[in-house]
T-cell receptor, first 115, second 114 residues
Framework: EAGVAQSPRYKIIEKRQSVAFWCNPI?????LYWYQQILGQGPKLLIQ????????DSQLPKDRFSAERLKGVDSTLKIQPAKLEDSAVYLC?????????????FGDGTRLSIL | AQKITQTQPGMFVQEKEAVTLDCTYDTSDQSYGLFWYKQPSSGEMIFLIYQGSYDEQNATEGRYSLNFQKARKSANLVISASQLGDSAMYFC???????????FGTGTRLLVSP
């Protein structure tokens, strides 16, 4: 089966600019996640969708980050305006359901550099 | 609050030897799941193995096994017969009941030498 697809693979922008990332989950996976991974750290959950509804966005900086999952499939994550501390890898993951024992399958990530 | 601790920033092992990567966790829940992921230098996170808190047997997946000691709150990953391709970052993660988020440790970098 095809894995989680993300684009772009790399992005370089200046601070205060905006950027958007795209994610296409594994077919049939109801749950989609966006993580931020800062260099030297483990991934941190930004937002979790169950179909097209938000389950958890408690760690999403809502003043500058937004995410949507229209039609319960693809998702986009946007940052506007970007800050230097947003430099990180943004990982998208999906799972069959949000169940405790369901492994999450990750995409290759988007490496974002803010100048 | 749930927390994952990985105390080994780096580990070295020779090819064909076994290696244990440590993971301890903290939770007040009785029901939770523990996961190990591998992250090569290319960046993708690869799911390796899962252990449920009520599972009586230690999980195994090929060369990977999880040494689960519930009373000590530890979930160490054992890789048998290390291969050069095992060189990567390894993350331990935990998820509590319901839709609780997956919380990751800081990772252990494993280097396998010929």
């Amino acid at each position: 089966e095809a894995g989680v697809a993300q684009s772009p693979r790399y992005k370089i922008i200046e601070k205060r600019q905006s950027v958007a990332f795209w994610c296409n989950p594994i077919s049939g996976h109801a749950t989609l996640y966006w993580y931020q991974q800062i260099l030297g750290q483990g991934p941190k959950l930004l937002i979790q969708f169950q179909n097209n509804g938000v389950v958890d966005d408690s760690q999403l900086p809502k003043d500058r980050f937004s995410a949507e999952r229209l039609k319960g499939v693809d998702s986009t994550l946007k940052i506007q305006p970007a800050k230097l501390e947003d430099s990180a890898v943004y990982l998208c993951a999906s799972s069959l359901s949000g169940g405790q024992n369901q492994p999450q399958h990750f995409g290759d990530g988007t490496r974002l550099s803010i100048l | 609050a749930q927390k994952i601790t990985q105390t080994q920033p780096g580990m070295f092992v020779q090819e064909k030897e076994a290696v244990t990567l440590d993971c301890t966790y903290d939770t007040s829940d009785q029901s939770y799941g523990l996961f190990w992921y591998k992250q090569p230098s290319s960046g993708e996170m690869i799911f390796l193995i899962y252990q449920g808190s009520y599972d009586e047997q230690n999980a195994t997946e090929g060369r990977y096994s999880l040494n689960f000691q519930k009373a000590r709150k530890s979930a160490n990953l054992v890789i048998s017969a290390s291969q050069l391709g095992d060189s990567a970052m390894y993350f331990c993660a935990m998820r509590q009941t319901g839709f609780q988020k997956l919380v990751f440790g800081t990772g252990t970098r494993l280097l396998v030498s010929p």
